[in-house]
């Protein structure tokens, strides 16, 4: 006997309306737990005290400070490759053979798993060119990590300002680079932005890639050629350690939250982008 | 005197344009020479299909970790393709486009939660889990299959979602109008047409998971042994490398490397296969 599609759709709805309901339910049970463990233990002292006994008690004030410092460095190296690279692509050349190998090349960076990055940074940054493991080494692997990621979103970016800016600035008499310097990168800025806040994000929760080249010191740096520890190390050190799962938890709940906070706001200001250009 | 200025600026761009594709090749050479070398001299046969894995004893076959890693990735794949593929359907099909446009947001802001949290959550809920309810130490393949198939949803949610949202609608009105209902519509006319864009994000999925290394050194034991039961602790080629490197010097770094080889060319084979997939949608 046939079932009529009246009653296969109702059952099509209620388990693809479950499985999605599942899904949101896990993701948002993973955030739940680990505030709810680790806020209480988050408190200004925590913040801003030294980490003692390898992190049982004290704080972690300088591994915020390598939190903040080796995204810094990876975004200062990556923004302008990544956006001068975008610039190329939209606004220099057309679809050739070159461009496609660009992108190609692009693509496959993406996918790679940050331990591969990992283990380059460690020959070529840290052992051939004798940087150490470092602030300067992890810059420097994680910005060919994010750039990616930039040259993504700024060619979107780009691509979504309007063509007659730029016959309007060229029709003026200005030349390409400075209508690219002028209109075209001031009207993309938000977009690129984005770009930027999505790299930072990546680059606080990578842990692989940054211990193999930036160590796991876990003390303020004084040079480019110290080592740092991030707030992703410290935690992972303090839960696979077995150190203290109350500073772990603390150390997530912050981690978490400066993660979600970047990433909501590079989708703010995406928003805010588009919805300007849509007028 | 301009002209020239503007010609520095387009050949200044070029060259900035091309460090994404030389940072590819420097890693892809510096991987491969370090690595290489010690595949030749102790036999790709040897290296890839024994299983003794004796770094002191000069000892180097990776099978089990091989295994492995096939193992938790088919597992993460049969948790996450369905549950990934069924909620973007869901979201495109019949959501209204306002519920939509705030979940789907949601779920990306998700896929930025770090690894190392995913793995914790395996080992302080999932892993206990286990070992009360199906028996084992808990720590163990089933729990990193579990683990990466929740957090490749993102991916999978993400990119199917667009597939499916590139789909033209007046195919699903021309369903519609022969009679079919929403689900027959969707199932006959608008997964066919958004197939390959949902299998490239099952594959970039997979690479993802293939990759991943913090959350699955967490959870999977890291016992190297070939597995026989889900619910046996292993060792993936990613946390092998991990885990080992800081102490190797020698042949054995030189392994760990290789092991490196051998997940750099699955991940492009998987990542060209993607992008293949991803063409044939944009050629259409």
Redesign the interface.
């Known amino acids: 006997m046939r079932v009529p599609?009246?009653y296969?759709?109702m059952a099509?709805?209620t388990?693809?309306?479950g499985?999605?309901l599942?899904?949101?339910a896990?993701?948002v049970f993973?955030?739940a737990?680990?505030l709810e463990k680790g806020l209480p233990g988050v408190t200004w002292t925590f913040l801003s005290a030294e980490p003692q006994d390898m992190g049982r008690a004290g704080g972690i004030f300088p591994i915020i400070v390598g939190t903040l410092l080796l995204p810094l460095l990876a975004l200062v190296i990556a923004l302008?490759?990544g956006v001068?690279?975008a610039?190329?692509?939209c606004?220099?050349?057309r679809e050739t053979r070159l461009t496609r190998?660009?992108r190609?090349?692009?693509?496959?960076?993406a996918?790679?798993?940050?331990?591969?990055?990992?283990?380059?940074g460690?020959?070529?940054f840290v052992g051939?060119l004798h940087l150490g493991w470092s602030l300067l080494s992890g810059g420097l692997t994680l910005a060919?990590m994010i750039?990616?990621t930039i040259?993504r979103t700024s060619e979107e970016a780009l691509r979504a300002v309007p063509y007659a800016y730029r016959e309007v600035s060229c029709s003026m008499g200005a030349?390409?680079?400075e209508t690219?310097r002028r209109v075209v990168l001031p009207n993309a800025l938000p977009g690129i932005v984005t770009g930027v806040m999505l790299g930072l994000?990546?680059c606080?929760?990578?842990?692989?890639a940054v211990?193999?080249t930036a160590g796991t010191v876990a003390a303020m740096p004084t040079s480019a050629f110290d080592s740092v520890r991030t707030m992703?190390v410290h935690?992972?050190l303090l839960?696979?350690e077995g150190i203290s799962n109350e500073k772990?938890y603390g150390t997530?709940a912050v981690?978490?939250l400066a993660?979600?906070l970047?990433?909501?706001a590079a989708?703010w200001m995406m928003h805010a982008f588009i919805r300007r250009r849509a007028r | 005197m301009r002209i020239s200025g503007d010609k520095i600026a387009k050949y200044v761009f070029l060259a900035i344009a091309c460090s994404a594709i030389a940072s590819l090749l420097l890693i892809a050479l510096f991987i491969l020479l370090e690595g290489l070398p010690f595949i030749l001299r102790y036999g790709p046969w040897k290296f890839l299909s024994t299983s003794d894995w004796r770094p002191h004893e000069g000892a180097f076959g990776i099978a089990p970790m091989i295994i492995s890693s096939l193992w938790i990735t088919a597992g993460a794949m049969l948790i996450g393709a369905p549950l990934g593929v069924a909620g973007a359907v869901f979201l495109s099909e019949f959501v209204p486009k306002s519920v939509m446009c705030i979940i789907k947001p949601t779920i990306e802001l998700l896929a930025g939660i770090p690894s190392v949290v995913y793995g914790f959550i395996g080992v302080m809920v999932l892993a206990p889990l286990i070992r009360t309810n199906l028996g084992g130490p808990g720590l163990s393949l089933l729990a990193a299959a579990v683990i990466l198939g929740i957090m490749v949803l993102p991916t999978i949610i993400s990119i199917s979602v667009d597939a499916i949202g590139a789909v033209p609608n007046a195919f699903r009105e021309g369903a519609l109008a022969l009679g079919a209902t929403r689900w027959q519509a969707v199932r006959m006319v608008v997964l066919k047409a958004a197939r390959s864009g949902i299998i490239a994000s099952i594959i970039l999925a997979m690479g993802r998971a293939v990759g991943e290394t913090m959350a699955v050194i967490m959870v999977a034991g890291n016992t190297i042994r070939t597995p026989h039961s889900a619910l046996e602790p292993v060792r993936t080629l990613t946390a092998n490398i991990a885990i080992e490197m800081s102490a190797a010097t020698g042949m054995h770094r030189q392994a760990l490397f290789a092991t490196g080889v051998v997940l750099f060319v699955v991940i492009m084979i998987l990542n060209s296969l993607a992008m293949a997939a991803m063409r044939r949608k944009g050629g259409r």
């Not at chain 1, 190609?104 to 960076?109: E, M, P, S, V």
């Open positions: 599609p009246k296969t759709q099509a709805i388990l693809l309306g499985a999605t599942l899904t949101l896990v993701l993973i955030i737990f680990v302008p490759l001068g690279s610039v190329y692509l606004e220099y050349t190998v660009i190609f090349g692009t693509d496959c960076l996918g790679i798993p940050s331990i591969i990055f990992g283990l380059f460690l020959v070529f051939i060919i750039l990616p040259i030349t390409r680079w690219v994000g990546r606080i929760s990578e842990t692989a211990i193999f992703a935690f992972y839960a696979r772990a997530a981690l978490i993660v979600l970047v990433n909501l989708y």
